[in-house]
Structure formats: C-alpha cells, structure tokens
C-alpha cells in the first residue's frame, strides 16, 4: 500500500502561480504518477503523467502552463501551475501506479478567481 498526500492547494487569482506536492510513502514503488482533477458534477480528468524514467504527459488544456516532475530523493511528486485560469479550478488528486494498481492520494482544493 502506497500512501500519497497532496498540499499545495490554495485560492490564486487569474493569471497566477501555484506548486502543488504530492509525498509518497515509497516512491520506487510507483512505476508511474500523476495528477487528477475534478469540478463538481464532471468526471475525473487527467492532467499530467510522469513515468519512473522521467517520460511525462500533458492534457492540451494545461501544455506550456503545468510542468509534472519528481524527486526520488524526496518521495515528492510535484505539479507546476503557471498562469493559472479560472477554468483550472477543481480538486486535484495524486496517484500512483504499483504492480498495476492505482493508488489515490486525499486531494488538495485549488481556486483561481477571475
């Protein structure tokens, strides 16, 4: 069992910056990672992906704005969110992927005002 706490999260207006982290309890465990959100009344959506090699992915909304990355050395996942849009509003979960199971971390809230 792979624990997973995200924080991070907070109230930015339009146009700003926020770094959410995402600590492991065992980050070799996780052959890949990333990063969730969702808005009431919507499914999950996929923001970010990043591989145990580094390989990392992006939903078109976010390209050149978020920036997923870790820190084996910290058990930290970390998600990069510049010019933040009011769109980009929504809780946002942590997982990672151990021996083909999906591990959820508890998410953080992050609000972008316009």
């Known amino acids: 069992q792979v624990q997973l706490v995200e924080s991070g999260g907070g109230l930015v207006q339009a146009g700003g910056s926020l770094r959410l982290s995402c600590a492991a309890s065992?980050?070799?465990?996780?052959?890949?990672m990333g990063w969730y959100r969702q808005t009431p009344g919507k499914q999950r959506e996929l923001v970010a992906t990043i591989t145990s090699g580094g390989s990392t992915t992006y939903v078109d909304s976010v390209k050149g704005r978020f920036t997923i990355s870790r820190d084996n050395a910290k058990n930290t996942m970390y998600l990069q969110m510049n010019s933040l849009k009011p769109e980009d509003t929504a809780v946002y979960y942590c997982t990672c992927t151990a021996m083909a199971r999906v591990h959820w971390g508890q998410g953080t809230r992050v609000t972008v005002s316009s």
């Open positions: 065992s980050i070799f465990s996780c052959d890949a």
